[in-house]
Nanobody, 121 residues
Framework: QVQLVESGGGLVQAGGSLRLSCAAS????????MGWYRQAPGKQREWVAS???????NYADSVKGRFTVSRDNAKKMVYLQMNSLKPEDTAVYYC???????????????WGQGTQVTVSS
């Protein structure tokens, strides 16, 4: 019954910005880490950014300084602000959330459906 729904993808010119959103809903006891992966055509899925429940951020070197991950615990949402976009950022972006459906039960990683980000040169 847990669901992650993403929004905000689209087409943008190089140097532009996009803000992705991901909302978790359903039967959720608590959420630990949240973050983002991306997958370009024909390539392996790549970790992009993560954020702890307390707000500590980590980034892949390829996006460091350009992307910002944030979260709203009350809304059970995670965001990815993408600035200075490059054509190599083109990919399907997937959010994830580590969710404990019932307190005391192990966390399980859930994934969004993915949203396309295309950066034109």
């Amino acid at each position: 019954q847990v669901q992650l729904v993403e929004s905000g993808g689209g087409l943008v010119q190089a140097g532009g910005s996009l803000r992705l959103s991901c909302a978790a809903s359903g039967s959720i006891g608590s959420i630990n880490g949240m973050g983002w992966y991306r997958q370009a055509p024909g390539k392996q899925r790549e970790w992009v950014a993560s954020i702890t429940q307390a707000g500590s951020e980590n980034y892949a070197d390829s996006v460091k300084g350009r992307f910002t991950v944030s979260r709203d615990n009350a809304k059970k949402m995670v965001y990815l602000q993408m600035n200075s976009l490059k054509p190599e950022d083109t990919a399907v972006y997937y959010c994830y959330a580590e969710i404990q459906k019932v307190f005391g039960i192990q966390y399980q990683r859930y994934w969004g459906q993915g949203t396309q980000v295309t950066v034109s040169s």
